[in-house]
């Protein structure tokens, strides 16, 4: 290293601090940050079930030929894919939710903290007894 | 000399370089070495200029955190023989998301003003003389805060925080996490004066929960679980705020 270049990158007041910038693929750099950005993502398909299931609702109201057409419409190739990449990222949404929520929920009994897999089985419990009353509503006679 | 692993440090002199570049060392393998021990063996053997934090050697200071390999990590609990398997060089490197001094040393004044502005301590509207003796406490409400309390204020939580590097004004897991610590002390009665600080869009607010923080941290503190409860206080207290009467708490 040579005693004199006078080359340092001028920050303001401090003109030889060295700063970094965060790049744009930030993300990409480790796996819990794409975990992460993949979880945020998910909520577009959280929302395109609820835009689905308010087109199945208006298709209802409007009787049983535009039911027939609703249901057409799903059965289209793309549609199918889409749905199918959809419930990938629901089920993704919902397990990580679920792992994360005993930090940010504490609860207590008798003075002692409940041990976090309580309160994530707990989710997991809840989830699986709203599934069984859907399916049940379906598949019954 | 037995075995050798090479270190990849990132070297930056103020006076000369326009931009920090790697240097490599060679340093022995001791199966008892850490980070820091390689680091320190270059300080004395190698290269005198090498300028880096330190203190303690044990986890309690909160001096050394750097960047080996590209995680945050305090250099006096990480392990070279973890590192030497592969033998590849290990990569150390200044705290990231953080202006760099010299080598190593990074600029901290930017935490050390937030963690000021939460308040960190115990504030009473009374205090009580002397006389009358101490605040008592229960097991029960010391395991309530004690978690947030072993924050050894190291940066590791802002070296791993992707807010903290994208939008530099977020106060940070640390200064959350240790504003939580006075907060959910029995002793304390200054939460509503915290909360103007952490609950603004620079405060909790900023957090988009990559939990990151809580991973890093060599204490086991959970800023990011802190944050979170606090996000839930937040809005009820904003709630009662709407419903209740002025004043009425």
Not at chain 2, 88 to 105: A, E, K, N
Not at chain 2, 156 to 172: E, S
Request: glycine share 4%; with cysteine.
């Amino acid at each position: 290293m040579s005693d004199t270049r006078p080359s340092a990158r001028y920050t303001e007041y401090h003109p030889r601090w060295y700063r970094t910038h965060v790049s744009t693929w930030w993300w990409l750099a480790r796996w819990p940050y794409l975990k992460f950005i993949l979880r945020e993502i998910s909520s577009v398909f959280v929302a395109w079930f609820v835009v689905v299931l308010l087109l199945q609702i208006r298709a209802l109201s409007r009787g049983p030929d535009a039911y027939a057409r609703f249901e057409h419409w799903l059965q289209n190739p793309g549609i199918v894919l889409l749905n199918l990449i959809a419930l990938f990222f629901v089920v993704f949404h919902a397990i990580t939710w679920f792992n994360l929520t005993p930090r940010a929920m504490v609860v207590r009994l008798r003075g002692k903290r409940v041990p976090d897999r309580w309160i994530v089985s707990a989710n997991y419990a809840a989830w699986a007894a709203v599934s069984l009353v859907v399916a049940w509503f379906l598949v019954r006679p | 000399m037995a075995e050798t692993i090479s270190l990849e440090v990132l070297r930056y002199s103020p006076e000369h370089d326009a931009e920090p570049s790697f240097q490599r060392y060679d340093v022995p393998v001791h199966k008892d070495w850490v980070v820091l021990d390689a680091l320190n063996y270059i300080k004395d053997k190698v290269d005198g200029s090498l300028t880096f934090r330190w203190s303690c050697r044990m986890g309690i200071c909160g001096s050394c955190g750097m960047m080996v390999n590209g995680e945050p990590k305090l250099t006096c609990a990480t392990f070279l023989s973890d590192y030497a398997r592969d033998g590849s060089p290990v990569r150390v490197q200044p705290l990231r998301y953080f202006p760099v001094i010299r080598d190593l040393v990074v600029e901290i004044t930017d935490f050390m003003s937030k963690l000021q502005s939460v308040k960190p301590w115990l504030i009473r509207g009374d205090e009580k003389p002397v006389s009358e003796g101490e605040y008592l406490q229960t097991p029960d409400q010391l395991d309530r805060y004690k978690q947030f309390s072993m924050c050894i204020n190291c940066l590791l939580c802002y070296a791993a925080c992707p807010v903290y590097g994208l939008d530099p004004v977020f106060i940070g897991p640390a200064a959350i996490a240790l504003a939580q610590r006075y907060n959910m002390d029995s002793r304390d009665e200054g939460a509503h004066e915290r909360m103007d600080v952490l609950a603004q869009h620079e405060g909790i607010w900023g957090c988009t929960f990559v939990g990151e923080c809580t991973q890093v941290c060599p204490k086991h503190v959970d800023p990011a679980g802190a944050i979170q409860q606090y996000k839930l206080t937040a809005t009820i207290e904003r709630f009662k705020s709407f419903l209740m009467p002025r004043g009425a708490k």
